[in-house]
């Protein structure tokens, strides 16, 4: 068997350090360098690399443990290896010679900095604070800017965060002062000796001493030399405060390969609690919030139509238990409406405003059609008149013939009226679109919706006929109903309800006259359209229904 042994390197000097995190399992295969385990002292956590590439055979450390450099923490075969009987090529390696195992300098221990001069200016001073020593690295990525302009901060608190491939480093204030001028971003690769961030430095009650820089040092956590009596060392529970719960934009405490693997799974550190010494993230952590949000989202979306935008579902009870039940596949169709319609209902902020229009004279002039119609074989209906009346007040309130892109944060305006009509039919709610509906007369809109209807009731409708609305009518009128909020069919912003005509008491300033009177519920994306546009829409689709020849003009 050409078994090797993965020893404990050399750990820049930390005698006895404790095991954190075990990283791999017994049959795991791993390449050069891949991280084992996580060991920790009290002034920092280090990645022990495997000594080249295999398969794990043994682990024989556990989390808790303690280990020091030259220990045998488990046993591997090496790539290529197996079922070789001749030579064993590592045994009798010492699997740690040449290999520095990577450090990652927790907040406790942070780098230290270079210590600049300090450039005098009455009570205070400025001060450019410099990329200290990185522990060997060079153009490290900033990926998290700690601080902002005008932040008080404590000697060592972190001013940015840099990750390099294999460690994550704080790099910390060496004053205690006000943050000026923030001289790198996020996404920035910095060096040794950049300028960082400017501060205002205070020197209270003329006592340099407070707001002396820290001693220059390694940055090698074992090489920090104590700062004779100058700084004030971080008190124990500053030590382990440095944990915050999870909240968004919080700090977090993980080790690269856990920062690696929450930025594989695309899942917020900040939202994750670590289990692992001093709260810190473990990759276990990781794993079971990621399969915890995948459970709420499967169960959310098995139970009841899905949660979605993180909305728990809604938990299905045994119905059979209260009575006798059957199940039966929902169609396609029904499907489809049914994640239509919970997609607009949680993305579109909905709002519906409610108005009567008096249609009195539309009606004797519609009744009047009625030879008319029969001759044409056409029947006139309300629903000719709404979409014009729609068709006029989309192009004179622009601002409801649009879409919204949010990810282009532009607004899509459309030179065109085409509007969808609902139609109930026996396999559920279809919505044919009439083209043009502003260039098309009475009687054309009429034997177009009538057409169109009756497709959708016969599952005729091409899918292009379903396609291209910029406005829904939906009517219940036939029906009944005083009122209702219809939803929005996004993308399109706004969609009218049409409830029954009825007649109604109406005051003309001397008497109560009858008059029958249409009810209107237009839902409006809110984003989209203000309140008082949607007044005005509703208030000119009224107009117009009452005085049926202003849609001629
Ligand atoms: N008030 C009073 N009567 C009305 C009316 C109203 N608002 N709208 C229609 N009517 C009358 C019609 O005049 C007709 O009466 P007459 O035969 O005496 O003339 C009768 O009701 C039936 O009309 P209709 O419904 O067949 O025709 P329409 O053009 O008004 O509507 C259509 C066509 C396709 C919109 C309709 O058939 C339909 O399917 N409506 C349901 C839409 C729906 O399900 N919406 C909900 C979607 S969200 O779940």
């Not at 090698?220 to 004779?228: G, I, N, T, V, Y």
């Not at 309300?382 to 014009?388: A, D, E, I, R």
Request: aromatic residues 4%; negative net charge.
């Amino acid at each position: 068997m050409s078994e090797q042994e993965i020893k404990v390197p050399d750990l820049g000097g930390a005698d006895e350090v404790e095991v954190i995190e075990v990283l791999v399992s017994q049959g795991d295969s791993v390449e050069e360098e891949d991280p084992i385990l996580t060991v920790e002292s009290d002034k920092a956590s280090v990645e022990l690399p495997s000594p080249g590439a295999g398969k794990i055979t043994k682990i024989t450390v556990k989390v808790g443990d303690k280990v020091k450099e030259g220990d045998v923490v488990g046993m591997m075969e090496a790539s290529g290896a197996a079922g070789d009987s001749g030579e064993d090529k590592g045994a009798d390696e010492d699997t740690s010679s040449g290999k520095e195992a990577e450090t990652e300098a927790t907040s406790e221990d942070k780098v230290e900095e270079n210590k600049p001069a300090p450039k005098k200016s009455g009570g205070s001073r400025k001060e450019t604070v410099k990329v200290p020593a990185l522990d060997g690295f060079d153009n490290v990525p900033v990926i998290e800017i700690n601080v902002s302009e005008g932040d008080e901060v404590e000697v060592d608190d972190a001013l940015v965060t840099v990750e390099s491939d294999k460690a994550t480093m704080e790099i910390p204030s060496p004053f205690a002062g006000k943050i000026g001028k923030i001289l790198v971003s996020e996404g920035d690769k910095i060096s040794e000796g950049l300028d960082l961030v400017e501060m205002t430095v205070v020197e209270e009650g003329g006592e340099e001493s407070s707001a002396e820089p820290a001693e220059s040092a390694d940055t090698k956590p074992e090489s920090k030399p104590e700062p004779a009596g100058k700084r004030e060392e971080p008190k124990p529970e500053q030590a382990s405060a440095t944990y915050e719960p999870p909240t968004p934009g919080a700090k977090v405490h993980a080790g690269p390969a856990v920062r690696k693997l929450a930025r594989e799974f695309g899942a917020d550190l900040t939202r994750i609690k670590g289990s692992g010494p001093k709260n810190r993230i473990l990759k276990d952590d990781v794993q079971a919030y990621v399969k915890s949000q995948l459970q709420q989202t499967q169960q959310g979306s098995t139970v009841a139509g899905g949660g979605g935008a993180g909305i728990p579902g809604v938990k299905l009870p045994d119905f059979s238990q209260f009575g006798e039940i059957e199940r039966e596949s929902m169609s396609r169709m029904m499907f489809a409406t049914a994640n239509n319609m919970q997609r607009s209902w949680l993305n579109v902020p909905h709002v519906t405003q409610f108005e009567d229009a008096d249609i009195t004279d539309m009606e004797d002039f519609r009744k009047a059609q009625k030879a008319a119609g029969e001759k044409k074989g056409v029947k006139m209906t309300p629903l000719p008149f709404l979409l014009k009346a729609c068709a006029t007040a989309l192009a004179e309130l622009p601002q409801f013939n649009v879409s919204l892109d949010m990810e282009r944060k532009e607004v899509i305006r459309k030179q065109y009226i085409h509007i969808g009509i609902a139609v109930d039919t026996p396999h559920g709610l279809m919505v044919p679109v009439i083209r043009d509906v502003d260039k098309k007369g009475l009687w054309e809109l009429a034997a177009e919706s009538a057409d169109l209807a009756q497709k959708a009731r016969d599952k005729q409708l091409k899918p292009a006929e379903m396609q291209g609305a910029c406005f829904t009518i939906t009517s219940l009128g036939g029906i009944g109903g005083t009122a209702f909020t219809p939803i929005v069919n996004t993308p399109e912003v706004a969609i009218l309800g049409v409830s029954k005509a009825a007649m109604k008491p109406v005051w003309d300033g001397k008497d109560f006259q009858p008059r029958l009177m249409l009810p209107l519920s237009l839902s409006y994306d809110h984003r989209a359209v203000n309140g008082a546009d949607a007044a005005r829409f509703t208030t000119l689709l009224s107009q117009l229904l009452g005085d049926i020849r202003s849609l001629l003009l």
